[in-house]
């Protein structure tokens, strides 16, 4: 018999105390500052931005020291925050072929107009550990300079767009379902199914983009255009009558061209799918286009193999590391009750098998 | 006494509410140390909230909700009755009240005095901080070129 105790209180306040003590860590190694996350640990801020759905890098670096570095704790903390604050409404759609671009390259087209600008990054490093960076107070490489392109850089698919070689997105105004407001309904549109996507676990929609590239649900990808780059958001204030730029925010945004042999009302021409993400994030920008792209396989007329990638419901409920981890982890927390039920079950189960049996008993 | 009212192009204010959005909060409250005394009425106590930043499918189609970002609003309006109004990024009460301030001193015949000391050293380190970063992603430009083959020869 299971009677209910309390008593908890003084070991998890001590705990809370234990835990302060190991966040800080050896006291003898400075502490680490809020401002030495956001500016030193870049991408870890952008990755909690991103699936904690909230742009503000202050934030975000707050909520990683306070997580000790796990960033879905982060994550937690800042969607747990962000309930907290009012919504003032929602931007004007970013123009992100007017973005401030520092990288933007194509796997499609070697010589697009505005060029191919490597920007900061990982891509053809050696990735061999660099001790340099375990001695402080090196000196920093100078980054050289150049003349920039002047004027925006056009998205690289407008010009497969000339030739009527690859689909058009029906540009529009309605209002997008939000799925912080409404519950999730299906099937959703494709709308929602970006906002899940760009919120979801980069760990969980990598896995599925490599999925449709290894078979399951294949749908050929090409990077046409990866950019990483600031943009303006406007508001408009109704009691200006106008809109105005209220910040920016950096974004990294991925456009995949894929084939597609035509339908009987289409002719054949490349299709697109698509990823925008807060933040220096391409992994995920480019595994989220993927996994845009299989999800279209209805609208598209395609055939259902069955794979992961295509299930609307699976990716969809599944993309959210929040749920994912309040889900798993309460696992972990007092359930005295319902495994004492579970018990009682098993030994009267076993009682009862017990006395069917009696040439057991002799 | 407090400035007159003088007339606001839409367009002008659009583009300094904006400088004004994108400062940074030090900075502003550098260029602006000591509240002019202009004792103004707050209509809206600075206030910190969201907005829904929107993208668009293949960036050119419907629009999509993206996520959302930390704005922090303020309205007020001086005593000779203009309002000044302001929607900044961020989390800074100060950094709003203070652009809210502005935004309405501008309608006034202080204007040109702000313009100068305010709006412009703002809106020049913008310019360099973006033109900065852009000559360094220039300097990451793929600049191709092709080996000269067999039957070039």
């Not at chain 1, 670096?61 to 969607?79: C, N, P, S, T, W």
């Not at chain 1, 061999?128 to 698919?157: M, Y």
């Not at chain 1, 760990?203 to 050929?220: D, E, K, P, V, W």
């Not at chain 2, 659009?14 to 004004?20: A, C, E, F, K, Y």
Request: net charge negative; glycine share 8%.
């Amino acid at each position: 018999m299971y009677v209910a105790v309390k008593g908890g209180e003084r070991a998890i306040k001590n705990a809370h105390a234990l835990l302060a003590e190991d966040r800080r860590g050896d006291t003898g190694v400075p502490e680490l500052s809020v401002a030495q996350i956001r500016e030193q640990l870049r991408l870890a801020v952008n990755r909690v931005m991103a699936e904690g759905s909230l742009f503000d890098p202050d934030l975000a670096a707050l909520a990683i020291k306070q997580a000790r570095g796990d960033l879905i704790e982060a994550v937690f903390l800042i969607r747990a925050y962000r309930t907290t604050l009012p919504r003032f409404g929602s931007s004007r759609p970013v123009d992100t072929g007017a973005m401030a671009c520092s990288r933007r390259i194509s796997a499609t087209f070697k010589d697009a107009p505005g060029g191919q600008i490597l920007g900061p990054t990982f891509d053809y490093t050696h990735r061999l550990l660099d001790f340099r960076l375990a001695a402080e107070g090196q000196d920093l490489p100078k980054p050289a300079t150049a003349d920039p392109v002047a004027g925006p850089v056009p998205h690289i698919t407008s010009f497969l767009n000339r030739e009527g070689m690859i689909e058009t997105d029906r540009p529009g105004d309605e209002l997008p379902p939000d799925l912080t407001r409404e519950p999730m309904e299906l099937p959703a549109a494709r709308a929602l199914r970006l906002q899940a996507i760009t919120r979801g676990d980069e760990g969980f929609i990598l896995s599925l983009a490599y999925s449709t590239q290894r078979g399951y649900g294949r749908t050929h990808a090409f990077v046409g255009e990866l950019r990483i780059g600031t943009v303006a958001v406007e508001l408009d204030i109704p009691e200006l009558g106008f809109a105005v730029e209220i910040g920016e925010v950096e974004l990294t945004e991925c456009e995949t061209v894929n084939q597609f042999t035509g339908s009987k009302t289409e002719p054949p021409q490349f299709t697109r799918g698509y990823g925008l993400v807060f933040g220096q994030t391409e992994r995920k920008a480019i595994a989220m286009s993927l996994v845009d792209r299989a999800l279209r396989w209805k609208e598209l007329g395609e055939d259902d193999t069955g794979a992961p990638a295509q299930d609307e419901e699976f990716v969809l409920m599944h993309a959210d590391n929040v749920q994912a981890t309040g889900f798993l982890e309460h696992i972990k927390l007092p359930h005295y009750v319902d495994f004492q039920s579970e018990l009682e079950l098993v030994r009267k189960l076993r009682a009862e098998g017990a006395a069917q049996r009696p040439e057991a008993a002799e | 006494m407090t400035a007159s009212v003088a007339p606001t192009d839409p367009e002008d204010r659009r583009i300094w509410m904006g400088v004004l959005a994108r400062a940074r909060p030090e900075r502003l409250a550098e260029l602006m140390p000591a509240e002019p005394d202009e004792n103004p009425v707050i209509l809206r106590q600075p206030e910190i909230g969201t907005v829904m930043v929107q993208g668009r499918i293949g960036a050119s189609g419907g629009p999509f909700n993206l996520g959302e970002m930390t704005v922090t609003r303020c309205t007020l309006r001086l005593q000779s009755g203009v309002v000044g109004h302001a929607h900044v990024q961020g989390r800074s009460k100060d950094h709003a009240r203070r652009a809210a301030l502005v935004d309405a001193l501008m309608q006034t015949d202080r204007a040109a005095q702000l313009r100068r000391d305010v709006l412009e050293p703002l809106a020049q380190e913008e310019a360099d901080r973006r033109r900065a970063r852009a000559e360094k992603a220039a300097a990451t430009k793929v600049e191709f070129f092709t080996l000269v083959r067999g039957e070039d020869r």
